[in-house]
């Protein structure tokens, strides 16, 4: 049976960041990275629909020992992909990588402070045996096999072409043709100005509206800066210029969030015609950031709705059709191809069956620990980026605190660490607090939020910056162990 000092679980663009700390900082430490899929890239290899592409800027998502050196900001599915090879390839991360690999049990032992895990290859159906230390989940927050698809009647009735853009097809002839988007999410709004230059007409069938913000997708400020610096210097100098504008604009958002809506709805109103219904079409229900804003990239899904080509249809679906679908006002809504942009199945811990110590893991009873960790699970670290900013930042910040944590065990001699919440933590919710429906369905099934630091999820870049780099990452919560 093969063992590692860390076993990753992912070659996206978590994982990557992860091997490339560990190799780093805790070169003593065997690992290798399980990835499921044939390719480096997770999200970015798996989704092949029109225009795929970042919704944060590339500078903050990217690695911050890679600098990013394309004008442009916002970058498309291609070349985030090509980045992230390169990353893996320059710091020779390939050979850690085996590929179709999934792990599918993780079973932990306090007696022998050892993870055993079951694996399988190839889709053979033959489990093997591996061991680690120390389990580190890089694999997302979603289920790559299947996209969630809602319970709408009448399916089957429909004679055209369905697709979700989780399996989207790369022969999909969409020319001259008649197509329906269902949502409004960041996924919709890349697919329908994507397409329009194609078809014959496309509708983007929303339930209700969604926060946009239209800007440039290359930074003229950052290009400028990086003109007379280094490609390192610049990108440290445009990372840093774009944290501190996000987090600006998240403090004012939050302190005047009617203002913030007013503002957001007034500038989708400058990109639209006087007599569009921007009412009824893009004033959401809720606040902003109670769901995640949707960048439009030099506003191509308005200018798309200017041209004619695309239109924005906001009611409820009653049922499919042979012909498209009928809303519940009556209307029906012809197509030849439906894309169903409908949002992703949640899934954390990678979806491997988890056991501590013979007893069955229920993420759902436990207190999240500093957004990375679980109470009283032992040696897992989960890297969950943030929803107010780059998801990177948050991997990064994971990742250099594991090296840390690995580190400071092996210091004091010790074989596991586990967070360990006191009677005076209280947990109260799931961790992420967003309404967002992919977030809403599975709320039930999430780990829980703490009463009190460090098992409150701040969504602070600054603030966990300054506790992981700059702080002892010793506290009374944190709990070290030897094997019995």
């Known amino acids: 049976m093969n063992n590692y000092d860390v076993v990753i679980v992912g070659a996206g663009i978590s994982g990557i960041g992860a091997a490339y700390n560990i190799q780093k900082s805790c070169p003593t430490k065997s690992f290798t990275i399980f990835e499921g899929r044939e390719n480096i890239g997770g999200t970015w290899d798996l989704f092949k629909y029109p225009g795929i592409r970042s919704d944060s800027d590339m500078h903050t998502m990217g690695f911050r020992f890679k600098p990013w050196t394309d004008p442009k900001t916002i970058a498309d599915g291609p070349s985030i992909l090509e980045y992230l090879n390169e990353a893996a390839d320059e710091n020779n991360l ?21 993870w055993r895990l079951g694996i399988e290859k190839d889709e053979s159906g033959v489990i093997q045996d591996v061991s680690c230390s120390i389990l580190y989940l890089c694999g997302g927050y979603y289920n790559y096999d299947q996209g969630y698809l809602p319970e709408f009647d009448g399916y089957e009735d429909f004679e055209g072409t369905l697709v979700h853009p989780q399996k989207w097809p790369e022969d999909l002839d969409y020319e001259n043709k008649k197509v329906i988007v269902i949502g409004s999410g960041a996924t919709a709004v890349t697919i329908v100005p ?18 946009y913000f239209a800007a440039p997708d290359e930074d003229v400020i950052g290009n400028f800066i990086k003109r007379f610096t280094t490609d390192r210097l610049g990108y440290f100098l445009v990372r840093w210029k774009n944290i501190l504008m996000q987090r ?13 809506k007013e503002m957001l709805i007034n500038l989708v109103r400058k990109q639209l015609s006087d007599d569009y219904d921007v009412d009824k079409h893009f004033t959401p229900r809720y606040m902003p950031w109670d769901q995640r804003l949707c960048f439009v990239p030099n506003g191509d899904m308005f200018k798309a709705i200017n041209s004619g080509k695309a239109e924005v249809v906001t009611d409820t679906i009653d049922r499919f059709t042979e012909r498209g679908i009928l809303l519940d006002s009556g209307n029906e809504i012809e197509a030849d191809i439906i894309v169903t942009a409908t949002g992703l199945n949640m899934q954390l811990l990678n979806g491997i069956d988890i056991s501590i110590d013979n007893e069955k893991l229920d993420i759902s009873e436990r207190i999240q620990y500093k957004t990375m960790m ?9 890297t969950f980026g943030y929803t107010t900013a780059s998801w990177t930042l948050g991997a990064d910040l994971t990742s250099e605190y594991a090296c840390k944590l690995i580190n400071l065990m092996d210091s004091k001699g010790m074989d596991y660490f586990y967070p360990d919440a ?19 369905r599975v709320a039930h099934k999430l780990p829980k939020q703490g009463s009190r630091d460090p098992w409150i999820n701040t969504q602070n870049y600054l603030k966990d910056l300054f506790q992981v780099r700059f702080k002892s990452i010793e506290d009374s919560d944190l709990k070290f162990k030897k094997a019995s």
Not at 194 to 211: C, E, F, G, H, N
Not at 248 to 260: E, V, W
Not at 374 to 382: K, R, T
Not at 422 to 440: A, K, M, P, R
């Open 94 to 114: 390939r050979e850690k990588i085996q590929f179709k690999t999934k792990v599918k049990t993780a079973q932990w032992d306090s007696n022998s402070a050892c």
């Open 194 to 211: 994507s397409m329009a230059d194609k078809v014959s007409k496309i509708t983007m069938l929303q339930r209700s509206p969604t926060y």
């Open 248 to 260: 600006f604009m998240l403090a004012r958002l939050r302190k005047y969030p009617q203002k913030t």
């Open 374 to 382: 679980f109470s009283n699970v032992p040696n897992l670290i989960a």
């Open 422 to 440: 006191g009677e005076d933590v209280v947990g109260q919710g799931d961790f992420l607090d967003l309404n967002s429906g992919y977030i809403q």
